[in-house]
């Protein structure tokens, strides 16, 4: 039998500068945000043109306060309710962890929503720009979860090479399902998703792409929550079902649903060299 693994003990804190910490998690989500909007400033650009350069430059401080407010807020209404119901003062301490895809994933929708109507620009094309580069800021988090020693997988035998006993657990050899989730839902989430935002055809189809990654993600998360472990305080409700797996459902079936109709609507004809759209033309 292997060795098992011992998780290496990271400090979560990448610098301390006196009273002020940058945190690995914190690092994460800032270097996903910065690289995924130099990658959207490129792609809206590839026709037909979802937006302009400098409107994606304008986007990035939308989708930060979307990321954390919608990723926090999904965080207490979906996970924690009476716990932050009876202590209001910890909702803000997001240092303290506790952050939702699908809370942020609901508030980046919001802020697409309302940053397209502001612009005038197709909510949907404009959406399908955005969705292939949010795996990116997926991977950079998974892996701050791995160097957090958080969120990691369920007991498995030790016979697995790299089965992995994590600190602050029960001693027992367990799944690294954080890179198991950086993997699938960062890393190959993205590849898929670039690779159909490369087809001409595709982007010509406002809500494709948006709809593959709402419906990728959903897969590449249930199957991932078979190795992940449960939150503590949840557990598995009936049938050894996650509350990761049953938010998911709902976005497999709302992607499936948008992909159709990416197929049944004309194509996207694409913003003029202004920025400005014809009348009718968004949503």
Same mark, same amino acid.
């Given at each position: @039998?292997?060795?098992?693994?011992?998780?290496?003990?990271?400090?979560?804190? &990448? /610098?301390?500068?006196?009273?002020?910490?940058?945190?690995?998690?914190?690092?994460?989500?800032?270097?996903?945000?910065?690289?995924?909007?130099?990658? =959207?400033?490129?792609?809206?650009?590839?026709?037909?043109?979802?937006?302009?350069?400098?409107?994606?430059?304008?986007?990035?401080?939308?989708?930060?306060?979307?990321?954390?407010?919608?990723?926090? =807020?999904?965080?207490?209404? !979906?996970?924690?309710?009476?716990?932050?119901?009876?202590?209001?003062?910890? /909702?803000?301490?997001?240092?303290?962890?506790?952050? $939702?895809?699908?809370?942020?994933?609901?508030?980046?929708? /919001?802020?697409?929503?309302?940053?397209?109507?502001?612009?005038?620009? $197709?909510?949907?094309? !404009?959406?399908?720009?955005?969705?292939?580069?949010?795996?990116?800021?997926?991977?950079?988090?998974?892996?701050?979860?791995?160097?957090?020693?958080?969120?990691?997988?369920?007991?498995?035998?030790?016979?697995?090479?790299?089965?992995?006993?994590?600190?602050? $657990?029960?001693?027992?050899?367990?799944?690294? $399902?954080?890179?198991?989730?950086? =993997?699938?839902?960062? &890393?190959?989430?993205?590849?898929?998703?670039?690779?159909?935002?490369?087809?001409?055809?595709?982007?010509?189809?406002?809500?494709? &792409?948006?709809?593959?990654?709402?419906?990728?993600?959903?897969?590449?998360?249930?199957?991932?929550?078979?190795?992940?472990?449960?939150?503590?305080?949840?557990?598995?409700?009936?049938?050894?079902?996650? @509350?990761?797996?049953?938010?998911?459902?709902?976005?497999?079936?709302?992607?499936?649903? &948008? @992909?159709?109709?990416?197929?049944?609507?004309?194509?996207?004809?694409?913003?003029?060299?202004?920025?400005?759209?014809?009348?009718?033309?968004?949503?």
């Amino acid at each position: @039998m292997l060795p098992v693994l011992i998780f290496p003990q990271f400090d979560p804190v &990448l /610098i301390h500068l006196g009273p002020l910490a940058i945190r690995w998690y914190a690092l994460a989500y800032i270097a996903g945000i910065i690289l995924g909007a130099q990658l =959207l400033k490129r792609i809206v650009m590839w026709a037909p043109r979802a937006a302009t350069v400098r409107q994606a430059d304008d986007f990035l401080t939308w989708v930060t306060l979307g990321v954390v407010l919608g990723g926090r =807020l999904g965080y207490v209404l !979906f996970y924690q309710p009476s716990f932050f119901l009876t202590h209001p003062l910890a /909702i803000p301490q997001v240092w303290k962890g506790g952050m $939702s895809f699908h809370g942020g994933a609901t508030g980046v929708i /919001i802020a697409l929503f309302l940053f397209a109507r502001r612009y005038g620009l $197709s909510f949907l094309a !404009f959406s399908d720009r955005v969705t292939v580069c949010v795996p990116i800021g997926l991977c950079f988090g998974r892996i701050a979860n791995f160097i957090n020693g958080e969120l990691w997988g369920r007991a498995v035998s030790p016979d697995l090479p790299w089965a992995m006993i994590f600190p602050d $657990s029960d001693g027992v050899p367990r799944h690294p $399902s954080e890179i198991y989730e950086a =993997l699938m839902e960062g &890393l190959l989430l993205f590849l898929v998703l670039l690779f159909a935002a490369r087809q001409e055809n595709l982007r010509a189809r406002p809500g494709f &792409l948006a709809g593959l990654f709402l419906a990728g993600y959903g897969c590449a998360r249930i199957f991932c929550e078979f190795f992940r472990e449960p939150d503590a305080f949840l557990g598995y409700f009936s049938f050894g079902v996650t @509350m990761g797996q049953v938010l998911s459902i709902p976005m497999i079936l709302a992607g499936v649903g &948008l @992909m159709v109709h990416a197929f049944r609507s004309p194509e996207y004809a694409g913003v003029p060299d202004d920025g400005t759209v014809s009348p009718g033309e968004a949503p």
